[in-house]
């Protein structure tokens, strides 16, 4: 008789839990997103910080949510798994689809890259050496995820504290000083309608989303946690909670040092803000800074993202072979290896900017249906334990079921083109589901698999 492949060992705490949501969220977005957010509002200081607080409290929405969906069903897949339970095997694939081909490899790519950019300003780079960088950077990111979750988790943990530390300190700093001399001094804001400010801010949440984006990723090591029952929820909340408070602090230090007018001008607002400060020394250090953080973001990744492909596949409706645990390190590391090639891939010809540029916001169209899961499980399992429960139910779930549909509205409105080519990616991904299931058994479920609804 076929026996069940091997799960995946529980080794992560919540102090993990706490540093793979702070090191999946904050990538470049802190250094670079205040002066796009300020830009779209006009300078407008007050309507920029609103944007912040509501995307931070849209985020927390969601963690609480996702918080009572970990605990209550702690595998390995997390967001795939709500979505399959609740709404089926389809929906649920197109997820994972979409997050192997573009959302999740096109992020490590945009890392990648990323990172070759802040070490160029510490190190001259040659045109050869700016190729090889992201691939090399993703090679060695991915080695050590295959060689394990307990070593990666480490490695994370440890660029997050330095990255928090630093941030943090800059933000002390920037705040303490106050306005630099020579910092240009904001305007009166310009005169716009009701009905343009609300458009504007709309376009300025879509950054400030793209910021905070990450923090649904850690449901994805939710069946390698210690006592998820108890684990999962805490570290998903304060993590959320964290980077939310970390994001609206380092705006306000930027606002005061450089003035709204300041950032607005701004395409690397931490780097001007330290120089305005402290001098151009001090500003050379933002890129040690963002280094650290980009490649804490993309490890994060690495180590999140291919257990939803592991799930797929013992679910049987994606490559066999990526259903393996590697019998020495735990891992399923084939499922990590080849999410990495094709990250490579994307690096590599430059194509990860187009697809995440069509696909990103088709993204909370799953993270909606995810959220919206909760409600299926409180019908249909009633009984299961629930250690942790969303407060507010329903409210809390609805609202960010409801903003999540907003924001895919509105993009399919604001940019109907991009909208209806990201859909189309998606919607590919529906003829590869049905031949998968369709397949012979050497490329089917793996031993043990069982069926799900479609």
Not at 120 to 143: D, E, F, M, R
Not at 227 to 241: E, K, L, S, V
Not at 268 to 281: E, L, M, N
Request: proline share 7%.
């Amino acid at each position: 008789m076929n026996e069940r492949p091997p799960a995946l060992a529980r080794v992560l705490s919540l102090r993990d839990l706490i540093a793979i949501v702070f090191g999946t969220v904050i990538g470049s977005g802190v250094f670079i997103i205040p002066g796009t957010v300020l830009r779209e509002v006009g300078a407008r200081v007050d309507v920029s910080l609103a944007v912040w607080v509501v995307g931070g409290v849209l985020s927390l929405l969601g963690a609480l949510t996702y918080g009572e969906l970990g605990a209550m069903q702690p595998e390995a897949g997390g967001l795939y798994v709500y979505i399959r339970d609740a709404f089926g095997s389809l929906p649920a694939f197109l997820y994972g689809w979409s997050l192997f081909f573009v959302i999740g490899s096109g992020s490590v790519a945009t890392l990648a890259v990323a990172s070759t950019l802040y070490l160029g300003k510490l190190i001259p780079l040659n045109a050869p050496a700016t190729h090889l960088v992201p691939l090399v950077v993703i090679a060695l990111c991915a080695i050590l995820n295959v060689r394990g979750t307990r070593q990666s988790a480490t490695v994370i943990t440890w660029m997050t504290v330095t990255k928090i530390v630093a941030i943090g300190g800059m933000t002390i700093a920037l705040l303490a000083v106050g306005r630099a001399p020579g910092a240009v001094v904001p305007p009166a804001p310009p005169a716009m309608s009701a009905l343009a400010l609300f458009s504007a801010s709309g376009l300025a949440m879509i950054a400030t989303l793209w910021a905070y984006e990450g923090w649904q990723y850690v449901t994805f090591s939710a069946g390698e946690t210690r006592d998820p029952q108890r684990t999962f929820p805490r570290g998903i909340i304060i993590g959320t909670a964290g980077v939310v408070v970390l994001y609206l602090l380092a705006n306000v230090a930027y606002i005061r040092v450089l003035g709204g007018a300041g950032v607005a001008r701004s395409d690397r607002v931490a780097a001007d803000a330290v120089g305005a400060a402290f001098g151009p020394v001090a500003a050379a250090t933002i890129a040690i800074v963002a280094e650290i953080a980009v490649l804490s973001a993309l490890n994060s990744v690495i180590l999140t993202a291919p257990r939803v492909f592991y799930a797929m596949a013992r679910d049987g409706v994606f490559f066999r072979r990526l259903a393996e645990v590697h019998p020495r390190f735990g891992t399923p590391a084939f499922a990590i290896l080849t999410s990495a090639v094709w990250a490579m891939l994307l690096a590599a010809t430059g194509t990860y900017e187009q697809l995440l540029t069509y696909v990103i916001f088709s993204g909370w169209i799953f993270y909606g249906l995810g959220a919206l899961s909760v409600f299926w499980y409180r019908r249909h399992r009633p009984d299961v334990p629930r250690p942790f429960r969303v407060p507010g139910y329903p409210v809390t779930p609805a609202l960010f079921v409801v903003s999540a549909l907003a924001l895919v509205i509105n993009t399919m409105f604001g940019q109907p083109l991009r909208a209806a080519i990201g859909l189309g990616i998606v919607l590919l991904g529906a003829p590869a589901f049905y031949a998968w299931r369709r397949a012979p058994r050497g490329t089917g479920p793996a031993p043990g698999a069982r069926a799900n609804r479609s």
